[in-house]
């Protein structure tokens, strides 16, 4: 992922790309967003958006529940 230096705003995502992250299709990952099941988002001037870091910390507890 993407570092900005001593910048501290948050990177955001677009659906393409936490898809790519995701290794999921954009329309698997609609079908998440509209079972409750994705990242957490939010929309930002019409787009769904992802912070970077709700993301990755989403990966990180989907192993947790899988122990």
Known sequence: ME???TDLRPVLL???EVAT????SP???RWLIHN???PRSAKI?????WREADVLAWI???FRDAA
């Not at 992250?21 to 999921?24: A, C, G, Q, S, T």
Request: aromatic content about 0%; hydrophobic content about 30%.
């Open 3 to 5: 570092q900005r230096g």
């Open 36 to 38: 409750g099941k994705a």
């Open 45 to 49: 001037g019409g787009r769904r958006m």
């Open 14 to 16: 677009t659906l393409d």
């Open 21 to 24: 992250v995701l290794r999921k």
């Open 27 to 29: 329309s698997q990952l």
């Open 60 to 62: 990180d507890a989907q």
